[in-house]
């Protein structure tokens, strides 16, 4: 399937292989000179491509199924589950909670 997703799916698939490639030991490699921009570039767009149709299937089709076949099928033929996977969110939670508090004594009935 080639086709342009919605615009809330491109910047999310664009801001989450940015972030990924533009921070931490990606950012280290191309600093040292182990690959070049346009390397770096490619990867990027590779990456956002692909989480394109991730975040398609899931936020514009709504299907987990769908959705569960295809990360099933990439875990079992693709990913080395050696590595522990963490929740990281780099301070963006304290970041929103400085813009969006809410009043403790409000109650949602």
Known sequence: MTKKP????????????????????VKE?????????????????????????????????????????VMSTMDKFYVDNKEEVIIQDDGFDNLFKSLFTTPQNIKIK
Do not use: C, W
């Not at 919605?6 to 030991?25: L, T």
């Not at 191309?30 to 398609?56: D, F, R, S, V």
């Open 6 to 25: 919605q615009k809330y799916i491109e910047d999310i698939a664009r801001s989450s292989a940015y972030f990924s490639f533009n921070n931490g030991p």
């Open 29 to 69: 490699l191309l600093n040292e000179g182990k690959i070049t921009k346009e390397e770096l570039k490619n990867i990027q767009i590779y990456m956002q491509n692909h989480l394109a149709y991730l975040y398609t299937v899931l936020l514009e089709e709504n299907n987990l199924k769908k959705f569960d076949l």
